[in-house]
């Protein structure tokens, strides 16, 4: 085998020092370069991802922010309605209310007169009921006939001295 021959040696050499030389510069002038560029890309991609993603960030943030400021607005509007409302409902309550305890009184008021009425005629009919029932008691028990002016007179003396 010539490669294992010692004379075969420095020629091996410099053909190996060609060789490393030749590729070195192949290496430094073609390859390297181009695998830098890639890496250098993929850096800068990667930055301006990073980037971009935190600009995004800030901006959900702020959109967070002015949502959370919009409903609390709202929040606040809402419950301002709420209460005008209520203020409203007990307002209009209370003058329904008045109303119908100002239509209440009238109705009592009318009751009362209507049972004063009824009463006062009531008592009227007493009279002549407790006329009749004297003169019948005594026609009865006495066999005595009264006239309805003694039994009116009588009447009317006893409802006196009972009130």
């Given at each position: 085998m010539p490669q294992l021959d010692v004379s075969y040696?420095?020629?091996q050499l410099v053909w190996l020092?060609?060789?490393?030389?030749?590729?070195?510069?192949?290496?430094?002038?073609?390859?390297?370069?181009?695998?830098?560029?890639?890496?250098?890309?993929r850096q800068n991609r990667i930055s301006s991802d990073l980037e971009e993603a935190k600009?995004?960030?800030?901006?959900?943030?702020?959109?967070?922010?002015?949502y959370e400021a919009s409903l609390?607005?709202?929040?606040?509007?809402?419950?301002?309605?709420?209460?005008?409302?209520?203020?409203?409902m007990a307002k209009e309550q209370d003058a329904s209310k008045a109303e119908l305890d100002s239509k209440?009184?009238?109705?009592?008021?009318?009751?009362?007169?209507?049972?004063?009425a009824a009463?006062?005629?009531?008592?009227?009919?007493?009279?002549?009921?407790?006329a009749d029932?004297?003169?019948?008691?005594?026609?009865?028990l006495v066999d005595l006939n009264v006239s309805d002016a003694d039994v009116s007179s009588a009447v009317e003396a006893s409802m006196k001295g009972g009130a």
């Amino acid at each position: 085998m010539p490669q294992l021959d010692v004379s075969y040696f420095p020629p091996q050499l410099v053909w190996l020092a060609i060789t490393f030389v030749v590729l070195y510069f192949l290496m430094a002038r073609l390859a390297i370069p181009k695998i830098s560029e890639v890496l250098e890309n993929r850096q800068n991609r990667i930055s301006s991802d990073l980037e971009e993603a935190k600009r995004l960030s800030e901006d959900a943030d702020k959109a967070k922010a002015d949502y959370e400021a919009s409903l609390a607005e709202a929040r606040s509007k809402a419950h301002g309605i709420v209460s005008e409302l209520k203020a409203e409902m007990a307002k209009e309550q209370d003058a329904s209310k008045a109303e119908l305890d100002s239509k209440l009184a009238v109705q009592a008021k009318e009751a009362e007169a209507s049972i004063q009425a009824a009463k006062e005629t009531a008592l009227g009919h007493v009279r002549d009921i407790a006329a009749d029932a004297a003169k019948t008691t005594v026609g009865r028990l006495v066999d005595l006939n009264v006239s309805d002016a003694d039994v009116s007179s009588a009447v009317e003396a006893s409802m006196k001295g009972g009130a």
